[in-house]
């Protein structure tokens, strides 16, 4: 049985910084791309990042380039999101997700992803 399970949310001041973790199990994570999603109160859930299983391809929103960086470690089957400079539009549930085959595709769309995890929450306050 897949299991995906973020952590590291938690309420931050805009400007400050936030890691994200998400593990997985139940699978062979070096076999999957690993993508970052969010989604805020009464909108739809949107890409923020993917990284492919060898790490060498990374894509990123717009909204967070150069503020956010993912990175994996597949020894220890886990998914990291390093987010500084925060802002309050960055307030969402954050969502990891898994893909089969191991890549990434800019697009970031929600139905290229396999297997999710319940989110954490990130807010930043003003």
């Known amino acids: 049985q897949v299991q995906v399970v973020e952590s590291g949310g938690g309420l931050v001041q805009a400007g400050g910084s936030l890691r994200l973790s998400c593990t997985a199990s139940g699978l062979t994570f070096d076999d999957y791309g690993m993508g970052w999603f969010r989604q805020a109160p009464g909108k739809e859930r949107e890409g923020v990042s993917c990284?492919?299983?060898?790490?060498?391809?990374?894509y990123y929103s717009d909204s967070v380039k150069g503020r956010f960086t993912a990175s994996r470690d597949n020894s220890k089957n886990t998914l990291y999101l390093q987010m500084n400079s925060l802002k309050p539009e960055d307030t969402a549930m954050y969502y990891c997700a898994a893909r089969r085959g191991g890549g990434c595709f800019s697009r970031l769309r929600t139905e290229d992803f396999d297997y999710w995890g319940q989110g954490t929450q990130v807010t930043v306050s003003s």
């Open positions: 990284i492919s299983w060898s790490s060498r391809v990374t």
